[in-house]
Each structure stands twice: as structure tokens, then as C-alpha cells.
């Protein structure tokens, strides 16, 4: 039978056998899978492990500064990179949403290349690939087609030529959360909702600013904590808003105003593959579009979304 303890033995001493005394390079994202496979690794071979947190300026509030600290408690080696105006630069002007996680996916591998050159002497790269990720076609849309594409277009970027570890590429979500859970990772990164690579960026409609990620920002922060203070979260497999690209009459006092409106979406779902939309109390809904539209300037108008996965996606890009 399957036991997260017996795993974690059996994992940490085929790292030790595989990497001896080698160092490995990994990027983190914040997400469940990357931060229990670097702690897996770094309970094996310690500070041979660096790990490189990107902040592309695309996460939710706070969040760069809160997981960093939380890898950092948890004793990992880790290197924060403030990349947020690379990505604002390559996003400039791109509307098209493939063309968005393109750009998006060139940055990051742009930005983990540079940092991993800093570093001397690594032979391996750590990934946290579980799975689904190894049968599905789940990943088409994530970094692997990115680097895939690149690879196509030029040659491979220095850290692709390292060989790769990837310690829960045997594990489903379930697991990797128990595993993440013996090991004593907090709660805020295990039971966290999925977040998509790109982040905000496939959140804001359109073309994406340094702006609008601030106010899509106030309003998820409005949204997540709000769900969290109900006992909301965790009954909701992922959860977010999208800033959309239009603008509404409302008012305010005796002026009217012109201005952004925002969908909320709050679904469940087992593996992202369908999904189908919550019916979060009215209460709920009502007290937090109050909030949104009372808080964050430019946003006069909030929707909730109520299409379930298949037809429409999770993500709305
Ligand atoms: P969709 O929108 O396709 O999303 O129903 C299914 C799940 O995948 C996430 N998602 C992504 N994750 N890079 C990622 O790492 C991406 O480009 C991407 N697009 C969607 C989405 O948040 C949901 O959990």
C-alpha cells in the first residue's frame, strides 16, 4: 500500500544515490507541486538545492513576498528575482491570449536562464511534474509547450541541458499534498487553489499594465480573503477574478461614472479537466461586490460567472 512516509524514504534516498554531491537548480512558482518537490529534494541533499522564485508581477498581492518567506522559514535556498518590468515590457501592447502565455513563458525561461547561469557547477534541473502532467495533454498550455516552441525556434537555453529530476512525477494531486503534508509544509501552500502559470496575465482582457494588474489585484485579494473569512475556500477548487475589457455607466453620489467591471469565478472541479461553477451564498456574492466596488477605484460593476466547463473554460483566455 501507498504511505506518504514510505515514499518520502524511498524518494529521498534515490535522490541522495542520483544527485551525490551535484547541485541542483529549480524554479519555484508557489504552487503545491514545485514547493513539495523542492522540499522533497532538499531534505535529501540540503543546500545543494537553490531554488529561483520569479516574481513576474502577475501573482496575486503580497504573494511574492509571502511565499518567499514561507520557503525561506521553511529553510529552503532560495533566490528571489524582481522580473515584474520584464514582463510588463513583453506584454506591452499583446492582446491575443496564446500570444500573451508566449510571451509570458519566453520572459520566465529568460529570466531563469540568466539566474541559473550565475550559479556554478549545477548538473540537474527540478522540476515538480506529477503525473497527470506525464499522461495528460493538461500541460499543452503550460511551460513545456513554451519551451517546446522555443526549442523549435533557436537553441535550447542553458538550463534545458541539464538532466532533469523530477521526484513526483509518480504521484497524483491527492498524493503530493499528503506527501507536502508529512513534510510539515504549511497549510496556506498545500491547500492553496490551482493558479495558472501566467497568473493575472490571462486574467486582464486585453492588453495587460502595470495598472490594471494592481487593481485586479485589490479586487482577487477582496475575493480569496473574503472566501477564507467565510469558510468558503475550501470548499471551492480554484477561485478568481477577471478584469474585463470594457467599461460601464454606474453611479456614484449625483456623478456618473464610466468605468471597469469585473466577473468573479468560483468553480469545482477534480483535475481542471471540467468544472462546474459554485453556488456561492447570494449574501456572500453581494457583500463582496459591495466591497469591490466601494474599495477599488475604477471598478464600478461586478459580475458573477455561471458557465460551467465544458463549453467555457476555467480561465477566460
Ligand atoms: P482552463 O481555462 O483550460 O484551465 O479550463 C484548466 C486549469 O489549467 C489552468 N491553466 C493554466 N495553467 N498555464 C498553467 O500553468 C496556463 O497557461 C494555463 N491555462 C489554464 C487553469 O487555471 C485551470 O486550473
Not at 164 to 184: I, M, Q, S, Y
Not at 222 to 249: C, E, N, R, T
Amino acid at each position: 500500500d501507498w504511505t506518504s512516509d514510505v515514499f518520502i524514504d524511498a524518494s529521498i534516498a534515490d535522490l541522495k544515490a542520483k544527485i551525490g554531491s551535484d547541485k541542483v537548480v529549480m524554479g519555484l512558482s508557489g504552487g503545491v507541486d514545485s514547493s513539495v518537490a523542492a522540499t522533497l529534494i532538499h531534505r535529501a541533499i540540503g543546500d545543494q538545492l537553490i531554488c529561483v522564485f520569479v516574481d513576474n508581477g502577475l501573482l496575486r498581492k503580497n504573494e511574492f513576498e509571502e511565499v518567499l518567506d514561507s520557503y525561506k522559514h521553511m529553510g529552503l535556498n532560495v533566490i528571489g528575482v524582481d522580473a515584474k518590468q520584464k514582463f510588463y515590457d513583453a506584454l506591452a501592447g499583446v492582446t491575443d491570449p496564446e500570444a500573451k502565455r508566449k510571451a509570458i513563458g519566453n520572459a520566465f525561461i529568460e529570466v531563469f536562464d540568466e539566474e541559473s547561469n550565475k550559479l556554478e557547477g549545477v548538473k540537474w534541473l527540478g522540476q515538480g511534474t506529477i503525473y497527470p502532467d506525464v499522461i495528460e495533454s493538461i500541460s499543452v498550455k503550460g511551460p513545456s509547450a513554451t519551451i517546446k516552441s522555443h526549442h523549435n525556434v533557436g537553441g535550447l537555453p542553458d538550463f534545458m541541458k541539464l538532466s532533469v529530476v523530477e521526484p513526483l512525477n509518480t504521484l497524483f494531486k491527492d498524493e503530493v499534498r499528503e506527501v507536502g503534508r508529512a513534510l510539515e509544509i504549511v497549510e496556506t501552500i498545500i491547500g492553496r487553489h490551482p493558479f495558472p502559470g501566467p497568473g493575472l496575465g490571462i486574467r486582464i482582457l486585453g492588453d495587460v499594465t502595470a495598472e490594471k494588474v494592481k487593481t485586479l489585484q485589490e479586487v482577487d485579494h477582496i475575493f480569496i480573503k473574503g472566501l477564507k473569512d467565510s469558510g468558503l475556500y475550501d470548499q471551492v477548487w480554484q477561485a478568481g477574478a477577471m478584469l474585463l475589457p470594457i467599461q460601464s455607466v454606474g453611479v456614484m453620489g449625483d456623478e456618473r461614472t464610466y468605468e471597469k467591471v469585473v466577473a468573479l469565478r468560483a468553480v469545482g472541479s477534480v483535475d481542471g479537466m471540467t468544472a462546474d461553477w459554485i453556488h456561492l451564498p447570494y449574501e456572500f456574492l453581494g457583500k463582496i461586490s459591495n466591497d469591490i466596488i466601494n474599495k477599488v477605484k475604477g471598478v464600478n460593476r461586478v459580475v458573477y460567472d455561471i458557465s460551467s466547463k465544458p463549453p467555457a473554460t476555467i480561465e477566460w483566455e
